[in-house]
């Protein structure tokens, strides 16, 4: 699965409010767990049948740094052996942004982008 992750600089909940409204959708995240000025760090929603991912990122979005990420492609993988397949396909010339981790919500993940530039986030399903 093919998921797009959209970054913001801290209007991570400005954005899900908009997009509520534009899409006709509802973003599913914990809104009582991001209470007050906490950054969103996950939360998704459909747009026509598209899941979208959306977090606040400022390690990745900057707006005054033309080569920031404010989107990037995120892989759902159905093992962690997938995952390093494809991996070790296109590491030759990439910049680790998150290594590779366990997480709450994936036994994989990580973020790097290839040798062309590109954006790609890692995860078992």
């Known amino acids: ?15 899900i409010s908009l ?8 973003v599913d995240y914990d ?9 969103i760090s996950h939360a998704s929603m459909k747009i026509h049948g598209q899941t979208v991912f959306l977090n606040d990122n400022d390690m990745l979005v900057n707006k005054d740094n033309p080569h ?4 990037h ?3 759902y993988f159905q093992t962690a052996e997938e995952l390093l397949a494809c991996y070790e396909i296109l590491k030759d ?5 998150h290594p590779f981790v366990k997480t709450s919500y994936s036994a994989l993940v ?8 590109m954006l790609w986030g890692f995860m078992v399903a």
């Open 1 to 15: 699965m093919l998921i797009p992750h959209l970054h913001f600089c801290g209007n991570c909940k400005e954005a």
């Open 19 to 26: 997009y509520e409204k534009a899409f006709n959708t509802k």
């Open 31 to 39: 809104p009582e767990k991001y209470a007050g000025d906490m950054q």
């Open 68 to 71: 920031s990420f404010p989107v």
């Open 73 to 75: 492609l995120i892989v």
């Open 93 to 97: 010339d990439n910049a680790t942004i």
């Open 110 to 117: 990580g973020n790097f982008t290839d040798k062309f530039g």
